[in-house]
């Protein structure tokens, strides 16, 4: 793949930044030198290499569920706009009954 500045330039809008000639032809040259690399990695023999799924193994470290008290309906209700019957009251999401 060719960096060219219409690139830069489509790339620009859709990160919705804005860049001066000297950034942009900075950047062509950045992208460039990361293709570079992958080519590079495109041309390693992987195919007696074991598959890595992480490079660290990872391990669950688990707490115990212990119950604990909530909210009460009160305490969970102070800041709501609206309540109804010990309820959030919300605008109805779907029309009918």
């Not at 799924?53 to 909530?70: K, L, Q, S, Y």
């Amino acid at each position: 793949m060719k960096i060219t500045p219409e690139l830069i330039r489509h790339l620009e809008d859709l990160a919705r930044v804005a860049l001066d000639d000297e950034e942009r032809a900075a950047m062509q040259e950045d992208l460039e030198k990361i293709l570079g690399y992958f080519e590079k990695l495109g041309e390693l023999d992987l195919k007696d290499a074991p598959e890595l799924v992480r490079p660290v193994p990872i391990e669950n470290r688990m707490r115990e569920d212990e119950p604990a008290t909530g909210l009460s309906v009160e305490e969970a209700l102070k800041n709501a706009p609206e309540r109804e019957d010990g309820y959030f009251k919300v605008p109805r999401a779907i029309e009918g009954e």
